[in-house]
């Protein structure tokens, strides 16, 4: 009896450590830079599958918003939309974490590089 009270508690143990890791935020460190300068580095913490979004206005304006979803091989997918002027971007990484990934786009002689650095230690 006292078995299987143990076996339950620790199978319920690691269902909580689940949720709990999985409920967990993450924090998104991005760069993106145009023909080497960076224009802005934007951080979002965010809830796995939740959209986190980050609108500036003016002249200077822009729109950046970022979703992650964690698997259990410890890699995150990043899904991103970046908008700047008449400039829309969305590229998709998929890193482990602490890791970081870069994609570059050159368009009409223009260079625009995306850095994304997922964590999920927000300290």
């Known amino acids: ?21 999985a409920d967990s935020d993450y924090v998104i460190y ?29 002249d200077n304006g822009f729109v950046y918003e970022a979703v ?3 698997d259990e091989q410890g890699t995150v997918s990043t899904d991103t939309m970046f908008i700047y002027g008449d ?10 974490l ?5 994609f570059t786009l050159e368009n009409d002689g223009d260079e625009w590089s995306f850095t994304v650095k997922v964590s999920s230690d927000h300290s």
Do not use: C, W
Not at 6 to 16: D, E, N, S
Not at 30 to 58: F, Q
């Open 1 to 21: 009896m006292i078995k299987a009270v143990l076996k339950i508690f620790v199978v319920g143990g690691f269902l909580y450590i689940s949720q709990v890791l």
């Open 30 to 58: 991005s760069s993106v830079s145009h023909n080497n300068e960076v224009l802005v580095s934007p951080v979002l913490i965010v809830k796995p599958g939740e959209a986190g979004r980050i609108e500036v206005k003016g």
């Open 68 to 70: 992650v979803m964690p």
């Open 87 to 96: 400039y829309t971007f969305g590229p998709s990484f998929v890193t482990y």
């Open 98 to 102: 602490d890791e970081e990934a870069t």
